[in-house]
């Protein structure tokens, strides 16, 4: 495979996601820093890569361009357990990632960004705390499936919980406590043992000595 | 395969692209109707069901249960050409649904809701108004790819070009405006000419009358 470029910020879940199976896998990649908040993500050059301009963007020289982050991380998963080949077992993968950029990433990352990037201004409060509710049924829905499983899809780690970890481990951020959802805990812990792992804090930093580089 | 039940609603597109699917495979299915307006997604008997409250819902006798209508979806069409099966394009597929539930839907979607079933409560207004700046801009992301290509994934229909095509042929519902999106237009007519298609409204009169029966 010629060398994959992305474009990503590492302290978005969603870029994490990429990142990390990218690392996981041994792929050999070029990381190209995409400021949000600097407006970067909606300038004229940015808008051709991705029209709908926002991050993750991966462009495989023999292939193209692809967004979204669940559906980079499946993509680049192929051929490894994480995406397994059992036509049911990716319904369920799939299941559990439309639900987290429907019912989790819109609530808990959100608050994330409102709280941690914006400084929470006056006039996002009244979102992040319809937001704190809906996240905190999010994290149950999670609860639930982790109470019965030690993975979301079952007994093995697949990129349905790469891409739910994503997010609900740096869930304080936003201000939510996982401190009542205790097999969300224990599913934390397990994902931090895969070998290799890194967290986003780990990612950051590793990611940015490389650009030094 | 052993008779699919599926807990549904017509009038949202969610369970019409579950219920597009199964018609156009010829699969067998018990279709059961839930209320979401009668609050019946939050019953404690349907959420045994799913713990996230939502429909559609597919039982699978010999598998277990699937949510999410794109994971539902994308499981039905499983060895037809409507999900493909090469790597790459399976991607593209999921990208466009991810983007269909991330942008598309809690904008598009929940504005025909706002406006066609709660009547615009004054305490919607606001929501509405944002929702119908963000829900243009995705349907000029579509508007875009569709300016390229045929479908949303390239030459052949898929299963993205049904995920978007639910709540986009209903969009005018929800105070969308799609005579100035001409490329969407003629991508709706492409979709409506594959054979045994029905829209939403024949779905809901077909299933209508089959219930009865």
Known sequence: MARIRVYGDLRSGNCYKVWWILNQNGLDYKWIDVDVLAGQTKRAEFLTLNPNGRIPVAVFPEKGVLTESNAILNYLAEGSSLFPDDRWQRAKVMQWQFFEQYNHEPT???NRFIKQYLKMP????????????AGK????VMEHQLQQTPFLCGTHATTADIALYAYTHVAHEGGFDLSTVVSIQAW??????????????AASAKQGSAATN
């Not at 934390?188 to 804090?201: P, Q, V």
């Open 108 to 110: 808990i990352a959100v």
């Open 137 to 140: 049924q999010a994290l149950e």
């Open 122 to 133: 006056s006039d996002r409060q009244q979102q992040y705390e319809r937001n704190l509710v």
């Open 188 to 201: 934390i812990k397990r994902i931090e043992s895969i070998d290799g792992h890194l967290n986003m804090a």
